[in-house]
């Protein structure tokens, strides 16, 4: 067997489930083993093997003590001298693992997923920093979000940290962001450039034909016989906007159910319930069925079966997008590969980055209009028209956001980190 051109290190609070950068990094790996990288990975919590994976519990962002630190850090504009003790110590124990990844591995580069781009873990992103300092390490930014796109940072005491971390403008560091706004604010805010690489699917490799393991999908959720079933393939957060999927599925009128497939994740229960209530006094059929879906098949604690991802999409009639704000948008690339009509917001990105590449999508702006309802109703009532929609996006996605794109970007952009 050949020797890998390189030994890769993957570092992010979390490598596991089906949140955007995991989903992303699995594709980058896949690529760079392709190109003959060996690529291990180190997290708070990682779904990769046991003997590439280095597990940290204080570098995962759920962790009791890293929230605590946030709340502090980010809800007022002075912290305690305890918290600033605490991110020490913290920094200092990540970086000695950092240290001891690079070791066990014989790292030859890394890169670094939204650990220093997003401050959901402030002491693994001052360990990183410092690691990267100390040794010179190419190091691969690979940011998919930036503290100035959430509100939720606005209130800060930790400017000292973003600035010194968040990201990082060191020499060894090369920045990747996903979308043409993230690349111009990066520059604006910090003088350094970056190389602009899109999310994307393995379109060379179309999805296989389905089995008859998910033929009882529909009526495990629930679904009516000769119901449309609508797919919100999203986490319940504000700013996915699901009520205004909640309220194309009341405005389409015919017999449809909207099923959501994820959890609220790390913003708390309050939008969920929100949303439950919003359902109930427009009387529509909803389903939060995060306990019956994950990245792949399996069963549940209650028996029950667990359903993938692309069986959602096989399943649905339509896909439900309508995000306020997306960094690019991992929900609108899966349903161009399981060939689904969509109905969606013509958020930021979509409109400056993918847009003008043509494809055949419903879009609204600030509300789901009349135009909007008719399309989609029209697009559930049209199998043929449906089709063709389908077709056309998949062919320009494998154009533009196909694995082979990656590949090209990739190569170059290892060659340039490591010179």
């Known amino acids: 067997m050949s020797t890998p051109i390189c030994r890769i290190g993957f570092v992010a609070t979390r490598l596991a489930g089906s949140d955007g950068v995991s989903l992303e990094v699995a594709k980058w790996a896949s690529v760079l083993t392709k190109l003959g990288h060996a690529c291990f990975f180190f997290a708070g919590e990682s779904e990769w093997p046991a003997e590439r994976s ?57 890169i670094v997923e939204n650990a220093l781009s997003l401050p959901m873990n402030v002491p693994l992103g001052l360990a990183l920093t410092e690691l990267i300092a100390e040794t010179g390490i190419p190091t691969i930014g690979h940011h998919h979000d930036f503290t100035w796109e959430r509100p939720r940072y606005a209130v800060s005491a930790a400017e000292d940290y973003l600035s010194a971390s968040f990201p990082p403008t ?24 970056s190389t602009l690489i899109p999310n994307v699917m393995d379109f060379e490799a179309p999805p296989t034909q389905p089995d008859s393991y998910a033929d009882d999908l529909r009526a495990e959720l629930g679904i009516p016989q000769g119901a449309h079933f609508l797919l919100q393939p999203t986490r319940i957060v ?52 995060a306990a019956r879906f994950a990245p792949q098949r ?10 993938s991802l692309e069986d959602a999409y096989r399943q649905a009639d339509l ?13 609108f690339l899966e349903t161009l590969y399981y060939c689904r009509p969509i109905v969606m917001s013509s958020y930021e990105i979509f409109k400056t980055d993918i847009q003008p590449k043509g494809f055949h999508v419903i879009t609204f702006e600030d509300f789901v209009s009349d135009d909007c309802v008719l399309s ?32 090209r970007a990739l190569e170059s952009l290892i060659r340039s980190a490591r010179q």
């Open 54 to 110: 280095y597990l940290v519990s204080e570098a995962h962002f759920e962790l009791p003590a890293i929230r605590q630190l946030n709340v502090d850090l980010f809800d007022d504009y002075r912290r305690s001298p305890e918290t600033s003790a605490k991110i020490a110590q913290l920094k200092n124990h990540i970086k000695g693992h950092l240290y001891a990844y690079c070791k066990k591995f014989d790292l030859e580069m890394l």
């Open 170 to 193: 060191l020499h060894s560091i090369h920045h990747v962001v996903i979308n043409s706004f993230a690349e111009r604010q990066l520059a604006l805010r910090t003088g350094v450039s």
């Open 238 to 289: 504000p700013r996915k906007r699901i009520e205004q999927a909640i309220e194309l599925t009341r405005r389409l009128e015919n017999h449809s159910v909207l099923a959501i497939t994820h959890h609220s994740g790390d913003e708390g229960s309050n939008y969920e319930n929100y949303l439950r209530e919003y359902a109930r006094l427009l009387n529509v059929d909803v389903r939060f069925a």
């Open 298 to 307: 399996g069963t549940n604690p209650r028996g029950e079966k667990i359903y």
């Open 319 to 331: 896909v439900t997008y309508p995000s306020l704000v997306e960094g690019f948008g991992n929900a």
């Open 376 to 407: 989609a109703r029209q697009v559930l009532e049209d199998p043929t028209w449906a089709a063709e929609m389908t077709e056309h996006n998949y062919n320009l996605g494998k154009r533009h956001y196909s694995f082979s794109v990656l590949e």
